[in-house]
């Protein structure tokens, strides 16, 4: 089962990278910790916005996903920023 994220992050707000400029949707972790995404959908994704709530896969999950599966799935800002490393946090 996914591992939801914080309800507060049923609206993820729209921003911009500080360090690459590139937009970027703001959620918030279980743990309240912001985290950017990048804001367009992608099948490479690990986080889904379902139904307003954010959750975050396993990469277990995510290898099981169908192809009949359409639900759109984002990616942590930090995979593909160039600077993504400086910024996350383990």
Same mark, same amino acid.
């Given at each position: %089962?996914?591992?939801?994220?914080? &309800?507060?992050?049923?609206?993820? =707000?729209?921003?911009? /990278?500080?360090? /690459?400029?590139? &937009?970027?949707?703001?959620? +918030?972790?279980?743990?309240? +910790?912001? %985290?950017?995404? $990048?804001? #367009?959908? *992608? @099948? ?9 709530? &954010? +959750? =975050?896969? *396993?990469?277990? #999950? ?6 009949? $599966? @359409? ?8 995979? *593909? /920023?160039? =600077? ?7």
């Amino acid at each position: %089962m996914p591992k939801p994220l914080n &309800p507060a992050a049923v609206n993820p =707000q729209r921003g911009t /990278c500080r360090s /690459c400029r590139r &937009p970027v949707l703001w959620v +918030r972790t279980t743990a309240g +910790r912001p %985290m950017p995404l $990048d804001p #367009e959908p *992608t @099948e490479a994704g690990n986080v889904l916005l379902e139904g307003g709530v &954010p +959750r =975050q896969l *396993t990469a277990a #999950e995510v290898a099981g996903l169908s192809d009949a $599966d @359409e639900r759109e799935r984002y990616l942590p800002h930090h995979a *593909t /920023c160039p =600077q993504g490393r400086a910024w996350r946090k383990s």
